[in-house]
């Protein structure tokens, strides 16, 4: 979820400086290859509760700044609320105040509870992606259902296999239905956070078709957020396309932008998985390296 919109950012201000006032005191935690994150907690949590809290935001962290090739916010704030029970909910990211997350995390979750979520990492690549007007919802959102597969496999957080069964059993929710509009105008959830994500993995399979695998997609990630567009700045979306698109040299995003934000585009998703030698079975995905685009397969999640 991103809530850097007008009126939920609004509500939700004056929401978070009432916790503001109440929270603990912050702890810096050092993201690899630089930056910051001051990890806060809405009322004590208790040391077990710190030390998980520790261990999954610095594993979050390092699958984003893996993929980015740094944390480009620079310093960003989480903001912990200890809840009941042993599971991670509630993920949100806000700019209007600097970048920032705010998520629960159960009171009894041990370091096993958490080692499977993906919420926060999730929540942290909106901290990397410029605001945009609310009918491109879905590309901030996209991008972060997208990514966090990616950035995990490449982390050694989650195996290449699990990213691609994640993506092969959650794509076919983003195809458009019936009376579909493009991305642009159908801003349903299915299309918000799976027709985004579908957006984003034509692109980088296109990208590093084009250019022989030498660029992918988060060359173009790296310099959008490079130029300044991170969460909070608010981007015309020309100017993501344009700046994407200029670092890695072919106009992909342009293209396929402009093919999927206004009519309903079906992407024959079984066809493409055949393509990047990727083998169902059951929810369960094998690779097979003989395939045409394997070796576009295995830069993308390659650790
Ligand atoms: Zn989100």
Same mark, same amino acid.
């Given at each position: 979820m991103n809530a850097a919109r007008s009126l939920v950012s609004r509500i939700a201000r004056g929401a978070l400086a009432v916790g503001a006032a109440l929270a603990a005191r912050g702890e810096d935690l050092a993201v690899p290859g630089g930056g910051i994150i001051d990890v806060q907690f809405t009322s004590p949590p208790s040391a077990e509760t710190r030390r998980v809290a520790t261990s999954w935001t610095s594993t979050a962290a390092k699958s984003v700044a893996t993929y980015y090739g740094g944390? %480009? %916010?620079?310093r960003a704030t989480l903001k912990i609320t200890p809840r009941e029970g042993r599971s991670v909910s509630h993920g949100r990211a806000f700019g209007w105040d600097g970048p920032l997350v705010t998520i629960s995390l159960g009171r009894a979750a041990t370091g096993a509870d958490v080692s499977d979520d993906w919420v926060l990492t999730h929540e942290m690549i909106h901290l990397c992606f410029p605001s945009v007007d609310e009918r491109h919802h879905w590309i901030e959102e996209g991008l972060a259902t997208y990514v966090e597969s990616i950035a995990r496999a490449r982390s050694g957080d989650l195996s290449p296999e699990r990213a691609w069964a994640d993506l092969v059993n959650g794509l076919p929710q983003g195809l458009p239905e019936a009376g579909d509009r493009g991305l642009d105008f159908t801003p349903t959830w299915g299309r918000t956070y799976w027709g985004g994500a579908l957006f984003f993995l034509r692109v980088d399979v296109e990208i590093r078709r084009r250019t022989r695998n030498q660029r992918g997609l988060e060359h173009a990630l790296r310099a959008i957020a490079a130029e @300044? @567009?991170?969460?909070g700045h608010w981007w015309h979306i020309d100017r993501v396309i344009r700046v994407g698109d200029a670092a890695t040299g072919v106009p992909v995003m342009r293209e396929i932008y402009d093919e999927m934000k206004a009519k309903p585009v079906l992407v024959d998703l079984p066809a493409l998985w055949k393509e990047l030698g990727l083998v169902r079975r059951g929810r369960s995905v094998s690779f $097979? $390296?003989?395939?045409?685009?394997a070796p576009v397969r295995r830069a993308i999640t390659a650790p």
């Open positions: 944390f %480009p %916010p620079r @300044g @567009g991170t969460i $097979d $390296d003989s395939a045409p685009l």
